[in-house]
C-alpha cells in the first residue's frame, strides 16, 4: 500500500551578487551558463538537460546516480514548466522529482533579483510538497545552498 502522507515545507535562501541583475538573470536562464551550475556534478551523469526559460517554456534534467552515491545507477528526473518570466527581475517554476520513476516531490520555486547599490540580491523561495521517500525538506534546502553556491562560481567566472 502507498503511503499517503505529505510533507509540505517552504524555505528562502538569499544570496548577494555583485554584478546586475541581467547578469544573475543570464545565470539563471542560460542554458549553457545553467548547465554549468546546476546540471553537471561529478556524482552523476547527465542523461537529459533542456532548459527554455519562458512562460510555458519548460526544463527538464534528468542523471543517473554513480556509484559513490546513496543510490548507484538510479535515475533521478526533474521535469518543470516555468510560470511567469520577468527579464532581469522575476522567475517562477513548477516541477515534479521522481527518483527511479516513482514521484518524490512537487515544487514551486521563485528567484526574485533585487537590484541593489552593490550589485543584485537574489530572494530564493522553495515550497515544496514532498511524498514518502523522498529526500526530504533539509536535504532539499542543502541542496539548493549547494545550487546556488554553484550560481555563484558561475557568475564570479570560478566555475
Known amino acids: 500500500m502507498n503511503d499517503p502522507a505529505v510533507t509540505h515545507?517552504?524555505?528562502?535562501?538569499?544570496?548577494s551578487f555583485k554584478a546586475e541583475p541581467s547578469t544573475v538573470f543570464a545565470a539563471l536562464t542560460d542554458p549553457a551558463i545553467k548547465r554549468g551550475w546546476y546540471a553537471e556534478n561529478n556524482t552523476h551523469e547527465v542523461l537529459q538537460f533542456d532548459s527554455d526559460?519562458?512562460?510555458?517554456?519548460?526544463?527538464?534534467?534528468?542523471?543517473?546516480?554513480?556509484?559513490?552515491?546513496?543510490?548507484?545507477?538510479a535515475i533521478l528526473a526533474n521535469d518543470g514548466a516555468y510560470?511567469?518570466?520577468v527579464p532581469d527581475a522575476r522567475i517562477v517554476t513548477t516541477s515534479t522529482m521522481s527518483l527511479g520513476g516513482r514521484a518524490i516531490s512537487v515544487s514551486l520555486t521563485t528567484f526574485e533579483l533585487v537590484p541593489?547599490?552593490?550589485?543584485?540580491?537574489?530572494?530564493?523561495?522553495?515550497?515544496?510538497a514532498f511524498f514518502a521517500g523522498s529526500d526530504g525538506p533539509v536535504m532539499r534546502e542543502e541542496g539548493w545552498r549547494i545550487q546556488l553556491d554553484n550560481l555563484r562560481k558561475a557568475i564570479e567566472g570560478k566555475a
Open 9 to 15: 515545507a517552504t524555505f528562502v535562501l538569499e544570496r
Open 53 to 73: 526559460c519562458r512562460p510555458g517554456g519548460a526544463d527538464n534534467l534528468h542523471y543517473r546516480f554513480g556509484e559513490n552515491t546513496p543510490f548507484p545507477g
Open 83 to 85: 510560470q511567469d518570466v
Open 116 to 128: 541593489t547599490e552593490l550589485g543584485t540580491d537574489l530572494i530564493c523561495t522553495n515550497q515544496v
